[in-house]
């Protein structure tokens, strides 16, 4: 019962999310440079809204549910931890959106709106990739080369033993 419901809200939170780094872009690319401040003004509230009231708690509360359904299900598996490792650039183009939604209130008119489709591209296939990965659930091969593997029979280098 508890994984179903920390499962719904994961799922919830990430279709919010989502939808905000997909949405962001496109809102700050439609900035004009000639159009009057009452609207850029609005623009950019609006912008700024979605992101700190959306869509960032948006993103804690998938992260959070997500790590706890990662210790619910037991999912240590290789697949998870490079599905983790997509979740960190997805959350470093959040960071880098929430940069650009930074610059257009500081530049008080004369930000030089951006085209969506540099930030949207990384942030497409990064949720393609984890949703490739979570729905598939494949079975990776060792990233590590095979002599790390097994042991060499070598003597720790240090007298005492690490507890």
């Known amino acids: 019962m508890i994984l179903s ?21 496109l809102m700050l690319s439609k900035h ?5 401040q009452g609207s850029y003004a609005q623009l950019r509230l609006l912008t700024h809204r979605a992101y700190s009231y959306f869509v960032t708690p948006a993103a804690i509360v998938a992260i959070t549910a997500g790590t706890a359904l990662i210790f619910l299900a037991g999912a240590f598996t290789l697949w998870m ?8 650039v997805l959350v470093s183009l959040h960071a880098w959106i929430g940069h650009l939604v930074i610059l257009m209130s500081e530049r008080r008119g004369s930000f030089v709106p ?17 949703l490739f990965l979570v729905l598939g659930k494949p079975t990776l091969d060792s990233f590590a080369p095979a002599w790390l593997d097994h042991p060499l029979g070598h003597e720790l280098p240090v ?3 690490p507890i």
């Open 5 to 25: 419901l920390v499962k719904a809200v994961h799922i919830a939170a990430l279709i919010i999310w989502c939808a905000g780094l997909v949405g962001l872009p």
């Open 32 to 36: 004009e440079i000639g159009e009057g």
């Open 81 to 88: 931890f490079v599905k983790l490792l997509v979740v960190g």
């Open 114 to 130: 951006r085209s969506a489709l540099p930030t949207l591209l990384p942030i497409v296939v990064a949720m393609v990739a984890i």
């Open 159 to 161: 007298d005492e033993t």
